[in-house]
Structures are given as structure tokens and as C-alpha cells.
């Protein structure tokens, strides 16, 4: 059984070792995802598979420290995840822009919930900046931003950029597309 797992990991891409450390973390053997990760992220450094390819696995390693309870190692590996994304697609990217909402749940259920507004508040200035401030993107950060405010226990706030995602809907509904 050991010599065919290894056999198979040896002939597989970074997608298959990915699926597979997906699968044995749901499964709970957290050491088999742990080096089929690792195997993944080194795989697709070598295709040069850096997005999605390295940038998924460390998402997924960042996903499995957190389950550990490793918080400082959990963030370090997402934040490095973030910073490949930026420097191979830019920080004003829409790949950029996808991955924040995760992170910044990371950050909240660490405690860290003023660093997840910073990330709300970045990722609806990039739907803004990329696909215009009406657009159906802006909405739905801005609706993300709300369900968090309001989980914070910030209504007023919340109220408010619910109103503006609201506003942005209907005006997308009416048909009109102002910039």
C-alpha cells in the first residue's frame, strides 16, 4: 500500500497531491496532507504552477496549521500565499482580491478583527479600482463587509454599506452603469 501511494505521488502534478491532501485532512490524517502539501507546493515550484498551483497549496497548508491550533505558522504560510498572488498577479488583481475574504476570516477567528476590516475595507477599494464602483463586484464586497460588521456587533456601520450594495443592485437593475 505505502509503495503505491509513493508511486503515485511521484507520477502526480500538483493538482493530484493537492486533491489528496485535501482528502486526508477531511479524513484526519493530518501528517499524510501535512507532506503531500509540501510535495505540492515543490512540485508546482518546479512547473512553475506558482498561481494557482503554489498559491493553493500554501492556502491549504495554512488551512491544515490552522486546524492544529498553529496560528503564527497558519497566517505566516496564508500571508505568503497572498504575497506570491501579489507579485505574480498585482495587489490591485482580481486573483488578489478573491483570496482576501478567507483571510480575513483567518484573522477573525484568531482575534485579529481589526486586521480583517483592513482587508474588507482593501478588497472593496480593489472592485472599486478594478470593475468599477456600480459594478455587481462592489456590491458583493460590500455586502461581505456588512456581514462582518454586523457579526462584530457594529449594525450602524453595517446598515450603511448594506444600504450601499443595496443602492448599487438597484441601479444595476434600472440598467444604469455609472463608472
Aim: glycine share 8%; proline share 2%.
Amino acid at each position: 500500500m505505502i509503495g503505491w501511494l509513493i508511486a503515485m505521488i511521484v507520477a502526480s502534478g500538483w493538482q493530484e497531491l493537492d486533491a489528496g491532501a485535501r482528502s486526508a485532512m477531511k479524513e484526519g490524517r493530518d501528517s499524510q496532507a501535512e507532506s503531500q502539501w509540501k510535495e505540492a507546493i515543490a512540485r508546482a515550484e518546479t512547473d512553475k504552477e506558482i498561481d494557482p498551483g503554489v498559491v493553493d497549496c500554501l492556502i491549504g497548508l495554512a488551512g491544515l496549521y490552522d486546524k492544529r491550533g498553529d496560528v503564527a505558522e497558519s497566517e505566516r504560510l496564508y500571508e505568503l500565499a497572498m504575497r506570491t498572488v501579489e507579485g505574480v498577479k498585482g495587489s490591485d488583481s482580481a486573483a488578489y482580491a478573491d483570496r482576501l475574504p478567507s483571510l480575513a476570516a483567518l484573522y477573525r477567528k484568531h482575534g485579529k478583527s481589526w486586521h480583517s476590516d483592513l482587508l474588507f475595507q482593501r478588497l472593496i477599494k480593489i472592485r472599486e479600482k478594478v470593475s468599477g464602483k456600480n459594478s455587481p463586484e462592489a456590491a458583493t464586497a460590500l455586502e461581505m463587509y456588512s456581514r462582518f460588521l454586523a457579526s462584530e456587533g457594529r449594525q450602524a456601520e453595517a446598515a450603511k454599506m448594506s444600504e450601499r450594495a443595496h443602492t448599487i443592485r438597484d441601479s444595476l437593475s434600472d440598467g444604469q452603469t455609472t463608472p
